[in-house]
């Protein structure tokens, strides 16, 4: 978590300069998956929340309830 934070306190809002990448999904899935892992810190929740507002995330848990509530095709 120490990892995270310093990467948020210069005033990132996400993980790399460059902005919004795969790095923030792949690192911010765990959380979104099982919210009570997130810890209690303000840059990380809003972190996270920005995280799950990006369309591409939306879109993929989208996808998982359907299927997870038999809406998939498989």
Known sequence: ???IAAALSDGR???LRQGFTTVDILVASPFQKS????PD???I???VDRV???PPVRGAA???AAEAG???TG
Do not use: K
């Open 1 to 3: 978590m120490s990892r």
């Open 13 to 15: 809002v996400y993980l």
């Open 35 to 38: 919210t009570d892992l997130i």
């Open 41 to 43: 810190e303000a840059s």
């Open 45 to 47: 929740r809003a972190w």
């Open 52 to 54: 799950a507002g990006q």
């Open 62 to 64: 989208t996808a998982d």
């Open 70 to 72: 038999g809406g998939g």
